[in-house]
């Protein structure tokens, strides 16, 4: 095989702040990397990825990444307001999407941080599905995959997916809220740019299923690897789901902290996490099938909370809650930063109003 038949690696750095393991790649495209990442998008887009809960327990890790972020104990008694932004945000919405109030705004004002844990999650209550966005939206199962995952395919050669568009998008029309006088909104648009942000954070956002099984290990059987996808998905989410409602100490440490780095790019911060989980992806894929050989076969498997407590070899279970709690901490770690990225931000145009 020649030169330009071979998938490379042209180096690779670690990100500041990131686990030992975790490392960002510099890729060099080949053809035949092209042509076997055009099978690939085939073959995705037979694949029913449209599970799409990103760590499914958004306000779980919001409210421990940001109880200790000591800014946010200004922003104590905001009185919450009716959307009114659609002026600036001409972007596309399901239609259907009702704004909801869900944080105790009938019971008076509200702390900043009731706001971003109470909508930490709004992004997946259907604000993006059932719409027509993309060219290639079926690759990640429609539009709500689109705006909430970024795969990287081939070591990053293809980049599928909105992730961190999304969250920049947000986390402009916060600062815009916030320049209005718009306290409650300004940190609701946070919480959605969080949101987005947390999700490039989730391994399984950044990488399916491992690209080499489609063929060595299911041999294209896209009904199955379409089951093994949701299977995997669902399960894995609910595993984590079990911990962090369990408030496992592991991950509960994790997302505790109060380091941050910082950000001058919301987007290009969202990418950055985003690879760190992709280092994490295919490992965390292999150990869940391992611990759960059945979530391969060709149907629907639903795990409950016993197969959870019960679940072994003790030491791959343990081996998968490190990954868990390693990409929990980067998710926590880069919460923290796009908070105090915006405390910078409003810095520089005023305190506005009192709350």
């Known amino acids: 095989m020649d030169a330009s038949c071979a998938i490379y690696l042209q180096g690779r750095r670690r990100l500041a702040g990131s686990p030992k393991n975790a490392t960002r790649y510099r890729r060099g495209p080949t053809r035949y990397a092209f042509c076997i990442t055009f099978l690939l998008l085939i073959l995705l887009s037979l694949v029913d ?5 990103g760590w499914n327990g958004h306000e779980t890790i919001t409210l421990y990444a940001l109880r ?3 800014e946010l104990s200004r922003f104590s008694r905001i009185m919450p307001k009716s959307y009114s932004y659609e002026d600036i945000d001409k972007d596309k919405y399901n239609p259907k999407f009702e704004i909801k109030y869900v ?27 059932g719409l027509s966005i993309h060219p290639l939206q079926a690759l990640t199962g429609g539009s709500q995959g689109w705006r909430h995952q970024r795969y990287l395919l081939f070591n990053g050669l293809v980049r599928v997916g909105a992730a961190p568009q999304r969250a920049a998008h947000f986390y402009e029309l916060s600062l815009e809220a916030y320049k209005r006088g718009d306290f409650y909104w300004a940190f609701r648009f946070l919480a959605r740019a969080l949101h987005y942000v947390q999700d490039c954070g989730q391994p399984l956002h950044s990488l399916p299923i491992p690209e080499r ?24 989410e609910a595993f984590i789901r079990y911990h962090l409602n369990s408030r496992t100490p592991k991950l509960m440490q994790a997302i505790e902290g109060k380091n941050y780095p910082e950000i001058d790019d919301v987007r290009q911060a969202a990418s950055e996490l985003n690879e760190i989980a992709r280092g994490y992806a295919e490992r965390q894929y292999r150990l869940t099938i391992e611990i759960w050989p059945r979530l391969e076969e060709n149907r629907e498997i639903n795990l409950g909370w016993g197969d959870f407590t019960g679940a072994g070899p003790k030491e791959k279970v343990d081996d998968l809650l490190d990954i868990v709690a390693k990409t929990l901490q980067e998710t926590a770690y880069y919460s923290r930063g796009l908070i105090y990225k915006f405390f910078h931000d409003i810095s520089q145009v005023g305190q506005g109003p009192s709350v």
């Open 68 to 70: 200790n972020v000591p």
């Open 213 to 236: 099984d489609l063929i060595s290990r299911y041999k294209l059987n896209m009904e199955r690897v379409q089951n093994i996808g949701k299977n995997v998905h669902y399960n894995l």
């Open 103 to 129: 944080a105790g705004e009938g019971m008076g004002p509200l702390s900043a941080l009731q706001i971003l844990t109470s909508y930490a999650s709004e992004p997946d209550w259907d604000l993006d599905t």
């Open 49 to 53: 990825c449209s599970i799409v809960l």
